[in-house]
């Protein structure tokens, strides 16, 4: 069973970049068919798809924060790591790390019902 667990800062200042990191545990981030990704909730909206890094480490992003996000990995240390830059109040959510351990059944990366694995959410505040 895999288990995943957010960690970074609650609190970031508008214009700094955002770091959350994900330490994934019961699976492999290189395991064949697996894509570990990032979904985020503002408050009193629904959930967004930020972005995903597949077994390979090929990456991708959703358009609109295409230009201000980047995830990673560290295989040796079975974690994920989302960076988004340039932080408005706008960004202020909870950020879920997902994962999927299996093909996806459409091919697409982007529907959150397709994660098997969600992490606990990490809230985030983006405020001088």
């Known amino acids: 069973q895999v288990q995943l667990q957010g960690s970074g800062p609650g609190l970031v200042k508008p214009s700094q970049t955002l770091s959350l990191t994900c330490t994934v545990s019961?699976?492999?981030?290189?395991?064949?068919?697996?894509?570990w990704g990032w979904i985020r909730q503002p408050p009193g909206k629904g959930l967004e798809w930020m972005g995903v890094?597949?077994?390979?480490?090929?990456?991708f992003y959703a358009p609109s924060l295409k230009s201000r996000t980047a995830i990673s990995r560290d295989t040796a240390k079975n974690q994920f790591s989302l960076q988004l830059s340039s932080v408005t109040p706008e960004d202020t959510a909870v950020y879920y790390c997902?994962?999927?351990?299996?093909?996806?059944?459409?091919?697409?990366?982007?529907?959150?019902?397709?994660?098997?694995?969600w992490g606990q959410g990490t809230q985030v505040a983006v405020s001088s």
């Open positions: 997902v994962s999927r351990t299996s093909p996806f059944p459409t091919g697409s990366y982007y529907a959150f019902r397709d994660y098997s694995y």
């Open positions: 890094i597949v077994y390979d480490g090929t990456t």
């Open positions: 019961g699976g492999s981030i290189t395991t064949t068919f697996s894509a």
